[in-house]
């Protein structure tokens, strides 16, 4: 062969072309890399006392107490459970219309309007915040809890059946509308049988987020299982601790393998 | 193919069976809907719910005006609530990668072993909220930033994992197969096969979860794990709601901010 | 120099993709392995440098049996074959020049490897090999910018760059158009006369394989029922490869597709210049 061929190659960058951007976004990235570790404080003293806690929080997790706390972990379960089913079942169903409204294909726009800001509200507000001010306004408890939840479950499900919604066969849509059919009739023959589906697993899933909230919720006191838990660190019982953190992964695991299975059934 | 005699009167979509199966299935629901809501509501006050438009009035009435000077105070927790999301998610990220090639059927080293307990870890990390972690850490590594990036980087791990190993199962098998003919090592596999197909998911993902976790981290403080939360917790306890207004307006416009920057990464990635 | 011996696969299912299949391939033979779908042609290529399993029998690549193999042994064997796959199998979102520079990984550590920093003589040969294939000015692109037939120009440069010993060529030209497929087989012979590299083709257009194979074998539900030079593939051998609807329907559809193009060919010349 006469040609000769370089006997070195380098990559070519990828993602920025530009040798100077990708200096500067280097250099950036490691700037804030030091300023941001440089505001951590760490209490070197205060950590080290805590390992001998954090010693006895993992035996607590290996050697869980189920039974002597029984009364206060029942309770708090059957209250998270509770809310769970009922603030899934509430904001599904005030989910369906907002949903439908906030469909673009489906209504007018000072409709879709209303409905996508309902949602935006909802998602964008914390279930925490909700919850404190549930909790301000309605008193400890449940009660509280299964409000927040169920305002999260409204931006949640709304969202996705809207998009949803916007996304089905409009020719469909078209043959059932030539048929002369009123709105009604079209929100039940052309829409429904796309969505249904979807809107089963959507609502199986959100059950699952839900029960994971419910046990967070309890901490600024809107009851549940996250209420015991919060009482059984500030009693430093890790035992207790170690128990219902187990239970909540037990029940989110039996959900999910649940909800993909019942998924599976009904489609 | 026997002649159709007559048509049916009535015509349904479902058979009989099936539709009863339906109806008790929604009987079933109402009734277990019912009985929950009486269990639930078993302790509940009704007067402070039938009070409580009154108590939302008294506290909107507190909220405003905002007291807008109270915001240079909060620059300071914000700069470091922006830091436990970020390093916490890179932390998580760090922790979420081997978890996930353990996980994944297709590059896990023991499916019997190996491949549980990497399950188990991302279940684990994914049921349990970043605030719980955060109590706990509170209460064994004492309050301050340090709890919450790490309380941060344990609940990433599992949403960081599950999304990545999921990925990793997605991958072109016939890629995968064309580099391990030429007497590649299983290091050099991962690296060539695999890797290059999972990165632009790799980032989408860790983008993502930095989102969420910026809204994550703003309420962090609440169980003293650092950050704007910790205002918000001191606000509260003294009741000053017009302060507590602007922080609130704070996190909106935080968390609507960094949806924005993960937005444009992810859209310019893919 | 390849010697399979009564080798067999069956797979977990119970399916018999192999029976006993032995063959022997000398130095610069190209072997075109035809048959039906599911005859397990694709088997018995991926049994010889063992992407599948073989159930029993021998591979003999010159001395070594590749079968008995542990893990290290049978990755430095895999250097000596190379593989040209189906629908390319290149890794997409890697340049051409990674692509084909990973024909090299079985001789590298995996530090030069991770680092891209290859020896220079390895990046010459790359370099080499592309512009063999006609590539040279792609080398920076990602692979997923090419055509269909460029990425398996890639696809052969990366198995030229294990300096392979033998050829496993998986349907080739299977998603590729007729011009391109003849331009691809034609390279493949020209580097196989080049180097006297034996290869096994294989491959489902039976007149393609008629016209660049040396040999062809004819594999029906795993047994080996042809082999012999593509002259002797007679109408009654093709019957008993692919069984007499199937052939039927496929040489119907090559005389339909022939008709078609004499008479584009026909109305082309009567077009008024």
């Given amino acids: ?267 | 193919m026997t002649e159709i005699s007559h048509y049916a009167q009535v015509w349904s979509h479902r058979t009989p069976r099936k539709r009863l199966l339906m109806w008790l299935g929604w009987l079933a629901l109402v009734a277990l809907f019912v009985w929950c809501w009486q269990i639930m509501t078993e302790t509940t006050i009704w007067m402070f719910v039938t009070d409580a438009p009154r108590q939302a009035a008294d506290i909107g009435g507190r909220m405003l005006p905002p007291r807008w000077g109270y915001l240079p105070e909060l620059m300071n927790p914000l700069w470091d609530t922006i830091n436990i999301a970020t390093l916490g998610t890179i932390g998580g990220v760090i922790m979420a990668v081997p978890v996930a090639f353990l996980a994944a059927r297709n590059t896990t080293p023991s499916v019997t072993i190996l491949r549980p307990i990497a399950l188990f870890i991302i279940v684990a990390s994914r049921s349990i909220n970043s605030l719980i972690w955060a109590l706990l850490l509170v209460a064994v590594i004492g309050p301050g930033l340090l709890a919450g990036i790490i309380a941060i980087a344990l609940r990433s791990i599992g949403f960081v994992g599950k999304l990545l190993y999921e990925a990793i199962e997605e991958t072109d098998k016939r890629q995968i197969e064309a580099i391990t003919a030429t007497g590649a090592s299983q290091a050099q596999i991962l690296s060539y096969g695999i890797v290059p197909q999972i990165m632009p998911a790799f980032w989408g993902i860790s983008v993502f979860r930095w989102d969420i976790n910026i809204r994550e981290s703003t309420i962090l403080g609440l169980v003293g794990a650092g950050g704007i939360g910790l205002k918000l917790n001191a606000s509260l306890a003294t009741l000053a709601w017009n302060q507590v207004a602007v922080i609130l307006l704070l996190i909106l416009g935080t968390v609507i901010i960094s949806e924005w920057v993960s937005a444009r990464v992810r859209h310019a990635i893919i | 120099m390849l010697r399979l011996i009564a080798l067999s696969k069956t797979y977990a299912t119970g399916d018999t993709a192999l029976a006993d299949v032995s063959m022997d391939v000398p130095k610069g033979q190209l072997v075109g392995l035809i048959g039906p779908s599911g005859a397990g042609k694709s088997t018995l290529i991926r049994c010889i440098n063992r992407l599948v399993e073989p159930t029993s029998g021998q591979v003999m690549l010159g001395d070594t049996d590749l079968v008995r193999l542990g893990a290290a042994d049978l990755r430095r064997q895999r250097r000596r074959i190379g593989m040209i796959f189906q629908e390319y199998a290149l890794v997409e979102r890697l340049t051409v020049m990674e692509n084909v520079l990973s024909g090299r990984l079985g001789y590298v550590p995996f530090w030069r490897s991770w680092l891209r920093r290859y020896p220079p003589q390895d990046i010459r040969r790359a370099y080499e090999l592309l512009d063999r294939v006609g590539l040279l000015q792609h080398a920076d692109k990602r692979a997923d910018a090419l055509s269909g037939g460029q990425r398996q120009r890639v696809g052969i440069a990366r198995a030229l760059a294990q300096e392979p010993e033998l050829l496993l060529v998986d349907e080739p030209t299977a998603s590729l158009d007729p011009k391109t497929s003849r331009q691809i087989m034609r390279l493949l012979t020209e580097i196989c006369a080049e180097r006297d590299l034996p290869a096994i083709v294989n491959i489902h257009d039976v007149p393609l394989a008629q016209q660049f194979m040396q040999r062809i074998v004819g594999l029906r539900a795993g047994c080996v029922v042809f082999d012999d030079p593509p002259d002797q593939l007679s109408e009654s051998a093709l019957t008993t490869i692919y069984g007499a609807e199937d052939w039927h329907a496929m040489r119907q559809g090559d005389e339909e597709q022939a008709e078609a193009q004499a008479d584009a060919k026909r109305r082309l010349a009567e077009m008024p210049v």
């Fill in chain 1, 1 to 267: 062969m006469s040609a000769v061929y370089p006997d070195t190659w380098r990559r070519p960058p990828q993602i920025i072309p530009n040798r100077r951007w990708r200096i500067a976004i280097q250099c950036g990235i490691v700037i804030y890399l030091i300023l941001a570790i440089g505001t951590v404080e760490v209490n070197w003293a205060r950590v080290y006392e805590g390992l001998e806690r954090g010693q006895r929080f993992v035996m607590g997790f290996l050697q869980p107490d189920f039974s002597s706390r029984w009364k206060d972990i029942s309770q708090g379960l059957v209250e998270s459970l509770t809310m769970t089913l009922t603030s899934t079942v509430v904001g599904v169903a005030i989910s369906v219309p907002i949903g439908i409204g906030a469909a673009r294909n489906l209504v007018p726009r000072p409709i879709y309007m209303v409905c996508r800001s309902i949602i935006a509200v909802s998602r964008s507000l914390q279930e925490i915040i909700v919850a404190i001010f549930l909790v301000a306004m309605f008193g400890f408890g449940p009660f509280a809890g299964f409000l927040t939840l169920s305002f999260a479950t409204i931006g949640f499900i709304a969202k996705l059946l809207a998009d949803d919604i916007e996304e089905i066969d409009a020719t469909q849509a078209e043959a059932i509308r030539a048929t002369g059919a009123s709105w009604l009739q079209l929100v039940d023959y052309a829409v429904k049988p796309q969505v249904m589906p979807r809107l089963i697993g959507l609502s199986l899933y959100r059950l699952d987020i839900n029960f994971r909230e419910s046990a967070v919720i309890g901490i600024v006191g809107a009851g549940g299982i996250g209420a015991t838990l919060n009482t059984a660190i500030d009693r430093y019982e890790y035992d207790s601790a170690g128990a219902i953190l187990l239970i909540i992964i037990a029940i989110v695991m039996v959900s999910e393998y649940g909800s993909s299975y019942l998924r599976k059934f009904l489609q």
